[in-house]
């Protein structure tokens, strides 16, 4: 991590805190880089105890002002408002200034889901008995076959793969931890790949680089990316297009939005409707041919009034 030295009061153990939270290194020096930022925009030496919502809101206005999209603003935020909060769970607080205070509007933007045809065509061309190009082919195959985070296959160790019951034990976000399923051609790449694996003494990662040590994700992007192109994509992959593509697949096929919520690892329903958008038409003619009020009933003569 980043050590920006600070002080505010219980600097360190905040960021103690994020690991014991099971926040990647990755999401805990984006924390340590936003409460930095903070405090040299903000007068010094302004303390937490003397920080108000107006001074927050003059430093969000001076972030726009620099370029900030709106998203990075909406995160900026988030960090400041979870470290004061924890400052006042801690008794160093009587209130948190950053506590109903919103953030920018974000406007929406959805990965784009790749074609299932294109990504069939792609994985189904024969793949040399090479080590790691058997490696990257049980990559991407488990990236888009069970819709893992980047952060989740890097993790992945061999403990956590069932072959023989087709399942995965996947360990999320906050350390959350669900089982998902291997599809067939997950498992197949997995046998292909797991006698060519270099691994050093009590390395236990699934994936490994040439020193025989865990993949990083970084490595996991740039191959992704070379093999996109060596496949002829008329576009640059990313693990996460392979995770979006995986719930946009599944959701337009089986139309159960609760099933793909829990296979992503999602704690809100909401977020999985960002990732699996129906086109309306779709919808209209689940509409039409399930809803017992959509059918159109066959022409009957009026009953007759008694008299």
């Given at each position: 991590m980043i050590n920006h030295s600070s002080d505010w009061p219980l600097w360190d153990t905040f960021f103690i805190h994020l690991r014991q939270r099971g926040l990647s290194p990755h999401t805990q020096m984006a924390y340590q880089r936003d409460l930095y930022q903070l405090?040299?925009?903000?007068?010094?030496?302004?303390?937490p105890v003397d920080i108000?919502?107006?001074?927050?809101?003059?430093?969000l206005k001076k972030l726009s002002g620099l370029g900030d999209k709106p998203a990075s603003l909406a995160?900026?935020?988030?960090?400041?408002?979870?470290?004061?909060?924890?400052?006042?769970?801690?008794?160093?607080?009587?209130?948190?200034?950053?506590?109903?205070?919103?953030?920018?509007?974000?406007?929406?933007?959805?990965?784009?889901?790749?074609?299932?045809?294109?990504?069939?065509?792609?994985?189904?061309?024969?793949?040399?008995?090479?080590?790691?190009?058997?490696?990257?082919?049980?990559?991407f195959e488990i990236l888009y076959g069970s819709g893992l985070r980047l952060s989740e296959i890097v993790a992945l160790d061999l403990s956590h793969v069932m072959l023989d019951e087709h399942w995965l034990h996947v360990s999320g976000k906050g350390n959350k931890q669900r089982q998902v399923p291997l599809g067939q051609k997950s498992i197949e790449a997995l046998k292909r790949y797991l006698p060519h694996r270099i691994a050093q003494p009590d390395e236990h990662a699934?994936?490994?680089?040439?020193r025989g040590t865990r993949l990083s994700g970084r490595q996991i992007q740039n191959r992704l990316n070379q093999w996109s192109i060596t496949?002829?994509?008329?576009r640059h992959l990313s693990p996460h297009m392979l995770r979006h593509s995986f719930a946009s697949h599944l959701l337009q096929n089986a139309h159960d939005i609760r099933a793909v919520q829990e296979l992503l690892g999602h704690r809100s329903i909401s977020t999985t409707q960002q990732?699996?958008?129906?086109?309306?038409?779709?919808?209209?003619?689940?509409?039409?041919?399930?809803?017992?009020?959509?059918?159109?009933?066959?022409?009957?003569?009026?009953?007759?009034?008694?008299?």
């Open positions: 405090q040299q925009i903000l007068p010094t030496p302004l303390q108000t919502r107006l001074h927050l809101i003059a430093v995160r900026k935020l988030s960090s400041w408002r979870t470290y004061f909060a924890y400052l006042q769970q801690q008794k160093q607080l009587t209130s948190n200034p950053a506590a109903n205070l919103k953030g920018p509007k974000i406007p929406a933007r959805l990965p784009k889901a790749v074609p299932a045809e294109k990504l069939n065509q792609a994985f189904n061309q024969p793949v040399a008995d090479k080590a790691l190009l058997l490696r990257d082919q049980a990559i699934l994936f490994t680089n040439q496949h002829e994509s008329d990732y699996t958008k129906l086109d309306f038409n779709h919808l209209a003619q689940i509409y039409d041919d399930t809803h017992p009020r959509a059918k159109k009933q066959a022409d009957k003569p009026p009953k007759s009034i008694p008299d």
